[in-house]
């Protein structure tokens, strides 16, 4: 009975059952999240923060490569600052966290808990910056930011969650515009080749874009549940802030310009993406190169004393040849649980591949390896074994970006007309990516937005031009864009 009441609690939902019921099951019972006790918020528990340590670790150190440095700013910003870009403050106010009163008294001036930095960070810039020589600034931060979420949900949306922001200034627009599209090849070199998102990437429309971007531009994975989730963003901001906190230097002759900046960030919602592009009815499946464990052993039959020795030797020489390799192994050497509820919880939580061990594997000089991504169980031999898994999890990789693109692909549908994409959108369950010709047209957009929930995701970059008619206006354009309902 013991064991009966320990498989069914590692059960979840089946997504063709409740979607969001089983991604709220995945997240608790793979131990990843919980609610905290202020709404909205969450307390991140140490496997899902392994998942975002792993993913702060290839990010941070993709941003060093291309010269940025990380900083630090305030949690505190005065309410003036976020009032000199009205079109900044206004795309912020609803979410806003104010702080009036502190010391047992009533501020001068309300404080602003950071909903993002780039006021605060401007401040300074315009104290930084006086000529041409101290550009370009690259500067990054690792923080959390607080917007009073309305409607949250684990990862996806909470009031505070933990992210990176990076921020830049430079002498001219078209050094600007290389960073913006600098860093949105490093999100999407991430998607793609670490969490295996094979996400959609290109140029926000001017209703999605971020508060006082010139342009905005994002990866747009697509989910289980064939729903969009914009997983990282990098935008053009132009001259605006710059001019509202005067940031000026002086150029090469020895004229005053104003800088020309960028923006770009990712943060938890990322694990979000994970989770719901690759999960199952099973639980978790994680990509080798973001999993906090890429490899567990589970040593099978050590109840005989003389047996479990064996054994024990066996997998701690086969840990310490793993680790050797760069491989991030877990032993699960616990002794009051059972081999096939070890088995239960370790698929729960998506490590990419289990080793399994016993003494008749020793005898036969061989492993039984169960591989997450396809749930399949080889047997292997002993010989080369370490080299070999190391092999195996860059092949789990690929599947599983091969796995993302190609349910993209088979679920983005081309329409060449509004009712068609209205028609689409209706199938609640069947409807995923819609591609169109799109001149923009805001009212339309929020048309679609109001009536459907469905919303444009962006200008697709990697399509070749091709001649087509607006859906929404009728006139000849170059542009497709994609519309999906989104998180």
Same mark, same amino acid.
């Given at each position: 009975?013991?064991?009966?009441? #320990?498989?069914?609690?590692?059960?979840?939902?089946?997504? #063709?059952?409740?979607?969001?019921?089983?991604?709220?099951?995945?997240?608790?019972?793979?131990?990843?999240?919980?609610?905290?006790?202020? $709404?909205?918020?969450?307390?991140?528990?140490?496997?899902?923060?392994?998942?975002?340590?792993?993913?702060?670790?290839?990010?941070?150190?993709?941003?060093?490569?291309?010269?940025?440095?990380?900083?630090?700013?305030?949690?505190?910003?005065?309410?003036?600052?976020?009032?000199?870009?009205?079109?900044?403050?206004?795309?912020?106010?609803?979410?806003?966290?104010?702080?009036?009163?502190?010391?047992?008294?009533?501020?001068?001036?309300?404080?602003?808990?950071?909903?993002?930095?780039?006021?605060?960070?401007?401040?300074?810039?315009?104290?930084?910056?006086?000529?041409? $020589?101290?550009?370009?600034?690259?500067?990054?931060?690792?923080?959390?930011?607080?917007?009073?979420?309305?409607?949250?949900?684990?990862?996806?949306?909470?009031?505070?969650?933990?992210?990176?922001?990076?921020?830049?200034?430079?002498?001219?627009?078209?050094?600007?515009?290389?960073?913006?599209?600098?860093?949105?090849?490093?999100?999407?070199?991430?998607?793609?080749?670490?969490?295996?998102?094979?996400?959609?990437?290109?140029?926000?429309?001017?209703?999605?874009?971020?508060?006082?971007?010139?342009?905005?531009?994002?990866?747009?994975?697509?989910?289980?549940?064939?729903?969009?989730?914009?997983?990282?963003?990098?935008?053009?901001?132009?001259?605006?802030?710059?001019?509202?906190?005067?940031?000026?230097?002086?150029?090469?002759?020895?004229?005053?310009?104003?800088?020309?900046?960028?923006?770009?960030?990712? #943060?938890?919602?990322?694990?979000?993406?994970?989770?719901?592009?690759?999960?199952?009815?099973?639980?978790?499946?994680?990509?080798?190169?973001?999993?906090?464990?890429?490899?567990?052993?589970?040593?099978?039959?050590?109840?005989?004393?003389?047996?479990?020795?064996?054994?024990?030797?066996?997998?701690?020489?086969?840990?310490?040849?793993?680790?050797?390799?760069?491989?991030?192994?877990?032993?699960?050497?616990?002794?009051?649980?059972?081999?096939?509820?070890?088995?239960?919880?370790?698929?729960?939580?998506?490590?990419?591949?289990?080793?399994?061990?016993?003494?008749?594997?020793?005898?036969?000089?061989?492993?039984?390896?169960? $591989?997450?991504?396809?749930?399949?169980?080889?047997?292997?031999?002993?010989?080369?074994?370490?080299?070999?898994?190391?092999?195996?999890?860059?092949?789990?990789?690929?599947?599983?970006?091969?796995?993302?693109?190609?349910? $993209?692909?088979?679920?983005?549908?081309?329409?060449?007309?509004?009712?068609?994409?209205?028609?689409?959108?209706?199938?609640?369950?069947?409807?995923?990516?819609?591609?169109?010709?799109?001149?923009?047209?805001?009212?339309?957009?929020?048309?679609?937005?109001?009536?459907?929930?469905? #919303?444009?995701?962006?200008?697709?970059?990697?399509?070749?031009?091709?001649?087509?008619?607006?859906?929404?206006?009728?006139?000849?354009?170059?542009?497709?864009?994609?519309?999906?309902?989104?998180?």
């Amino acid at each position: 009975m013991e064991k009966q009441n #320990s498989k069914r609690e590692l059960g979840v939902t089946a997504q #063709s059952e409740d979607y969001s019921k089983w991604y709220n099951d995945v997240v608790h019972k793979a131990d990843l999240a919980e609610h905290s006790p202020v $709404r909205g918020s969450m307390v991140i528990k140490p496997y899902g923060y392994a998942i975002w340590e792993n993913v702060q670790k290839i990010l941070d150190q993709k941003f060093k490569e291309t010269g940025h440095e990380n900083a630090y700013f305030p949690l505190f910003i005065p309410m003036s600052y976020l009032q000199k870009e009205a079109e900044h403050v206004e795309g912020f106010s609803p979410e806003l966290a104010v702080v009036t009163h502190a010391g047992g008294k009533e501020l001068e001036e309300p404080l602003v808990v950071r909903p993002t930095s780039e006021t605060i960070i401007n401040a300074m810039y315009s104290k930084w910056i006086k000529s041409y $020589r101290d550009l370009p600034v690259l500067i990054n931060q690792w923080a959390n930011v607080v917007r009073w979420e309305m409607r949250p949900r684990l990862f996806l949306r909470t009031t505070e969650f933990l992210w990176q922001e990076g921020h830049t200034v430079h002498a001219t627009h078209e050094e600007a515009i290389e960073e913006t599209m600098k860093m949105l090849n490093v999100y999407r070199d991430f998607a793609d080749n670490y969490a295996a998102l094979a996400p959609v990437v290109g140029e926000k429309s001017d209703l999605e874009r971020f508060a006082g971007a010139l342009n905005t531009y994002s990866i747009e994975a697509m989910m289980k549940d064939k729903k969009a989730l914009q997983s990282a963003t990098s935008h053009y901001f132009g001259q605006h802030f710059a001019k509202a906190f005067n940031i000026q230097f002086q150029n090469k002759n020895n004229q005053l310009e104003y800088g020309w900046q960028t923006s770009w960030g990712i #943060s938890t919602r990322i694990i979000g993406a994970i989770i719901m592009s690759h999960g199952d009815d099973k639980g978790l499946v994680l990509p080798p190169k973001v999993a906090p464990y890429q490899v567990v052993i589970v040593p099978i039959g050590t109840k005989k004393i003389d047996d479990k020795a064996k054994v024990m030797e066996a997998v701690n020489k086969i840990k310490q040849e793993l680790i050797a390799l760069g491989v991030r192994v877990k032993l699960d050497d616990r002794d009051n649980v059972t081999p096939g509820f070890k088995f239960n919880e370790w698929e729960m939580k998506g490590v990419p591949l289990r080793l399994d061990m016993g003494p008749k594997d020793i005898d036969n000089n061989q492993a039984v390896l169960a $591989r997450r991504d396809i749930s399949e169980k080889n047997i292997v031999s002993r010989d080369g074994l370490a080299e070999n898994i190391v092999k195996l999890l860059d092949e789990i990789q690929s599947n599983m970006f091969k796995i993302a693109k190609d349910f $993209r692909e088979s679920n983005t549908k081309e329409v060449k007309t509004l009712e068609e994409l209205k028609e689409y959108f209706s199938d609640e369950k069947n409807a995923g990516f819609a591609l169109c010709s799109w001149d923009g047209c805001n009212e339309v957009e929020q048309q679609l937005k109001d009536e459907f929930r469905v #919303s444009h995701r962006c200008y697709p970059m990697n399509l070749e031009p091709q001649e087509g008619i607006c859906i929404a206006t009728g006139k000849t354009t170059m542009k497709k864009a994609i519309f999906a309902k989104s998180y």
